[in-house]
């Protein structure tokens, strides 16, 4: 079945850097790739997704990538903000079936 | 934020108790989901319905079942809790191959 990986796990800058966070994926038919925001105690909120006929898509201080040959995506925040801080999840969705496979999920803290 | 109402909001069971959770949209979104949210694994898919009646298990199915018999409501079914069934749970809704809203979650206590 589908498969995410996602890293790192946490992550730390300095206000104002930019943060990568990358993930891979196994199945070659999945082909939308959203990415969650999630504030501790908070549902995931959609930031940003990408489909599989796009290679970036930009939103302000957040962009996606997707490499679809090599399996992989990756979101970019620029000039990070303190109200970054929170738990990043990348995600893969079949188009066979609907059902998305989460990465484990990327720990981002900003330091002021 | 989409309309997806999740009941109750926090529960504290005993081990071999039956517990069911709610999930309720205002959306008429064809889709619902229930996900599980333990640290380290991220949020790992229960159980599915792509409509009234049509369900389908996830990746962490069992001890877990479902049932929708209306368009609006997704219930999920512990049938014998048990304490690694501690999580939080989370609903989620969507059209097919769109984006997907979640609710609030439930945080579910097994002792």
């Known amino acids: 079945g589908e498969n995410v990986e996602q890293h790192p796990s946490t992550l730390s800058v300095q206000e104002g850097d930019s943060a990568v966070i990358k993930c891979t994926y196994s199945?070659?038919?999945?082909?939308?790739f959203p990415w969650y925001k999630q504030e501790l105690g908070k549902r995931p909120q959609l930031i940003i997704d990408?489909?599989?006929?796009?290679g970036e898509k930009k939103d302000q201080r957040i962009a996606v990538t997707l490499n679809k040959t090599a399996k992989h995506f990756s979101l970019h925040i620029t000039e990070t903000q303190p109200e970054d801080s929170a738990v990043y999840f990348c995600a893969a969705v079949l188009s066979s079936s609907y059902k998305l496979i989460f990465g484990s999920g990327t720990r981002l803290l900003v330091r002021p | 934020d989409a309309g997806i109402t999740q009941s109750p909001r926090h529960k504290v069971t005993e081990t071999g108790t039956p517990v069911t959770l709610r999930c309720h949209q205002t959306e008429n979104h064809r889709y619902m989901y229930w996900y599980r949210q333990d640290p380290g694994h991220g949020l790992r898919l229960i159980h599915y319905?792509?409509?009234?009646?049509?369900?389908d298990k996830g990746e962490v199915s069992d001890g877990y079942s479902v049932s929708r018999s209306k368009t609006e409501d997704f219930l999920l079914t512990l049938e014998s809790a048990t304490s690694s069934q501690t999580s939080v749970y989370f609903c989620?809704?969507?059209?097919?191959?769109?984006?997907?809203?979640f609710g609030a979650g439930t945080r579910l206590s097994v002792l």
């Open positions: 199945d070659s038919a999945s082909n939308y």
């Open positions: 989620a809704i969507s059209e097919p191959g769109d984006i997907q809203y």
């Open positions: 990408i489909r599989s006929n796009v």
């Open positions: 319905s792509y409509g009234v009646k049509d369900t």
